[in-house]
């Protein structure tokens, strides 16, 4: 017997796609509820579980790059780094959030340290910002280009070891999470790209918080008879979970799943960049809008996708050539200084100046120019998480498997051959799979971008939010035009080459 | 300089005239390059030696 359903009349199928949404909203995936993976990751000491391997692997990349080959593409320590972890840390964030903060290995360090050395001092009032770790940030891009960190095994292990030594100076000093929140250069990478990310930690049902008394997920519980014992931490980074919005500063460290008596938190499904389009009162942060330093960051982390791109292609040569014979300059520490300069600060100040006195003469928003700009700053993160994305996804692919020559070249390098000779020849996938992925990830990017702008024109003029919309989407376009230019140019990088 | 990850080329060199090699080599794109020769003399001993090749312009 077959049979048709009837019609629904428009009024019925609005309340059904209403339902449909408020079932969807109601009923978000849950990570911590699929097998084996949930389990794992509330067991109270799973991310002392995925950070001893990472920790372990650190250790590896020092001695080898301090003591191993000192050519970079056999050496693990720049393999590694420059391959490998750059391209699965932006894949985790795509994929699902911030993974590489739950399983990080300076934070296993300072943890261990933790137990005998017991910070004192609360962190400055005035340094509770994020200007610091954007002047790392962006320290980092430019002694990358400057020392050519990738070829430099030596470099690379120094890197780590700093990291290593600032994390224990600062968290050995200072209370919480101090380091993570305030001084960590990739730490705001992670919290920024993974505004993007479709899973976040947030509450199952906040009737629940409501009527809670204790507030463990930010208090943490200590021991009744001692209370300098902490029995579970609560969240380092100052985020109150009913009050919690999105990724920015969380690391998914899961102390609040483990510190909430009604086991009440969980890893949710959210729409990617949901957080981006709308400014509420956010715990630990404020809003979006009232943060220039926050703005800056979103701006630094697109502008700067654009200069480490546009590093490795052969342009950068002639404009650097142009530069020295212009200015008669000689230091290449100059010349760069110039062209970083230029585009993570004049090239964004100018753009999106325009576009916010655009948005102002146009389509009426009262706000000041400089207001718009930061308010609207946000939605560019989407866009140059695309091009990081196309980047570090472009070395990572292309460079997969070269983990394997350098791993039995290390166990040779050691006189115990047991993975056999290096098989050199071992690279990763062809450029012909991977440049459509690099297209893809742009335009996800692109799309990412063009829907939050789009989300805060209608919020900002309910007359005119396509005019409001029209020069952020402009600019959005023009900066994804940059980025496929980019990736279409001649790369001029360094790679290795054998003869026998 | 040379960045990890890439793709090495690899070429085998054959004796034009006593104690002379060519191998022909294909700079597959720009930038710095190291040349790694993996030599084997002629009473089996093996000897490595590498060679900066610096600015390779792209085509």
């Known amino acids: 017997m077959t049979g048709t359903t009837p019609p629904l009349s428009p009024a019925t199928e609005q309340d059904r796609l209403g339902e449909e949404e408020e079932f969807l909203e109601a009923q978000p995936f849950d990570l911590l509820t699929v097998p084996v993976i949930g389990p794992l990751l509330r067991w109270r000491h799973s991310r002392t579980f995925l950070q001893i391997p990472l920790f372990a692997v650190s250790i590896v990349m020092i001695v080898e790059g301090l003591l191993g080959p000192t050519l970079s593409p056999k050496n693990l320590a720049t393999v590694l780094t420059w391959v490998h972890f750059r391209g699965a840390l932006v894949l985790a964030i795509l994929c699902a959030g911030n993974l590489f903060c739950l399983s990080c290995p300076f934070m296993l360090a300072r943890n261990f340290m933790r137990k005998w050395i017991h910070p004192r001092f609360t962190w400055p009032r005035r340094l509770r910002n994020k200007w610091i770790p954007i002047a790392l940030f962006v320290a980092l891009l430019f002694s990358y280009e400057l020392f050519g960190l990738w070829a430099s095994p030596w470099l690379t292990a120094w890197i780590i070891v700093g990291y290593f030594a600032a994390v224990l100076i600062i968290d050995g000093l200072f209370t919480h999470a101090t380091f993570c929140k305030y001084v960590c250069p990739i730490g705001q990478f992670n919290f920024i790209a993974s505004t993007t990310s479709p899973l976040e930690v947030a509450v199952r049902d906040h009737e629940v918080c409501d009527g809670c008394g204790t507030k463990d997920c930010i208090r943490g519980r200590r021991e009744t008879s001692s209370p300098l014992v902490v029995l579970q931490r609560g969240c380092e980074l100052a985020l109150f979970q009913p009050a919690k919005v999105g990724n920015m500063d969380c690391t998914f460290c899961l102390d609040c799943v483990h510190a909430c008596p009604h086991d009440n938190v969980g890893i949710l499904s959210r729409l990617p960049g949901a957080e981006l389009m709308s400014d509420p009162q956010r715990s630990g942060i404020g809003r979006f809008s009232r943060r220039n330093d926050i703005a800056a960051l979103a701006i630094v982390f697109c502008f700067g996708s654009l200069m480490n791109a546009f590093g490795m292609v052969s342009p950068v040569y002639t404009v650097e050539d142009w530069l020295k014979r212009s200015l008669h300059l000689q230091s290449q520490a100059a010349v760069l200084g110039i062209l970083f300069t230029a585009v993570i600060v004049v090239e964004p100040a100018l753009l999106l100046g325009l576009a916010a006195w655009i948005t102002r003469a146009w389509a009426g928003v009262r706000s000041g120019w400089l207001a718009i700009g930061i308010r609207y700053a946000y939605a560019l993160s989407p866009l140059g998480f695309g091009m990081w994305l196309a980047h570090y996804g472009y070395h990572f692919f292309t460079g997969l498997y070269t983990i394997v020559p350098v791993t039995q070249n290390a166990f040779a390098e050691i006189g115990w051959p047991i993975l056999g000779d290096p098989h050199w020849t071992l690279v990763g996938l062809p450029k012909t799979v991977v440049e459509p992925l690099e297209f893809g990830f742009l335009l996800l990017g692109l799309a990412g971008s063009l829907l939050v702008a789009w989300r805060l024109a209608q919020d900002d003029s309910e007359k005119y939010p396509v005019r409001a919309f029209v020069p952020w989407g402009a600019l959005c376009v023009v900066l994804f035009l940059c980025c496929v230019w980019l990736m279409t140019q001649p790369m001029d990088m360094r790679a290795t080459m054998g003869a026998g | ?59």
């Open chain 2, 1 to 59: 300089m040379d960045h990890p990850g890439m793709a090495p080329v690899f070429s085998d060199a054959v004796e034009v005239s006593p104690g002379k090699y060519q191998a022909p080599l294909n700079f597959t794109m720009g930038g710095d390059w190291v040349v790694l020769f993996h030599i084997t003399l002629s009473d089996g001993r093996r000897v490595e030696r590498q060679i900066g090749v610096k600015g390779v312009e792209s085509n």
